[in-house]
């Protein structure tokens, strides 16, 4: 490693600004952006968490409260967009009659009726999606929903890219908006319809019907 060439600071300095952990003699100019190193960041809201410094230099991994915090907002606004046509909407419930393991009951984000189906609504946010580890829990849980009876809609954020396709899928990609707050709204109303209009031809689909 040599300071002033290819040190964190001067490789990655937005990363390098969050460098929290206050050990002496060790900071953002003593690692390389490959380093396992585990340190504590600060975000510019606040958040402090631990991560190695690869994860944020190389994965480009950001703070994870930030992250939740902008995906549970995100599935608020859309649960509440979702009321135009989806009748018995509930957000964030948990379902006793489907099971990912042996004590761990599946949650959803949003759940609805549609067209006498029980519909199961996910916004997957990239952050947590994008692993080959998340895409197959996502791709099983699907299946488990499914065969549970539900029409499964998955609102596949910004580059995630849509799953492979299998029965009880429904599918529609969304860019996470940014700017006004008219603007933000506008997207919302939009997904929803987008929403509605992908499940009416799903279920529209002959072999598909209830
Ligand atoms: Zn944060």
New binding site residues.
């Given amino acids: 490693m040599l300071a002033g060439f290819n040190d964190l600071a001067t490789t990655h300095p937005a990363v390098a600004a969050e460098w929290h952990s206050e050990d002496a003699g060790l900071g953002p100019t003593e690692v390389t952006a490959g380093s396992g190193l585990v340190v504590q960041w600060l975000?510019?809201?606040?958040?402090s968490?631990p991560a190695p410094v690869s994860r944020r230099a190389l994965a480009g991994s950001?703070?994870?409260?930030?992250?939740t915090?902008h995906t549970s907002a995100a599935e608020q606004r859309l649960v509440q967009a979702l009321d135009s046509w989806l009748t018995d909407v509930r957000p964030g419930a948990r379902l006793d009659d489907v099971r990912m393991g042996r004590n761990h009951r599946a949650t959803v984000d949003a759940l609805g009726a549609f067209q006498g189906r029980r519909v199961a609504i996910e916004y997957d946010g990239a952050f947590w999606h994008k692993s080959e580890a998340a895409v197959e829990r996502d791709i099983r849980k699907t299946r488990l929903l499914s065969e549970a009876g539900f029409v499964v809609v998955r609102v596949r954020t910004n580059d995630l890219g849509l799953l492979p396709s299998q029965p009880g899928l429904v599918q529609v990609g969304f860019k996470q908006p940014t700017g006004s707050e008219s603007r933000t709204a506008a997207a919302y109303k939009e997904l929803s319809s987008a929403i509605e209009s992908a499940l009416i031809s799903y279920l529209r689909a002959p072999h598909r019907g209830s």
Avoid: M, Q
């Fill in positions: 975000c510019s809201d606040g958040h968490w950001g703070c994870p409260s930030c992250t915090a």
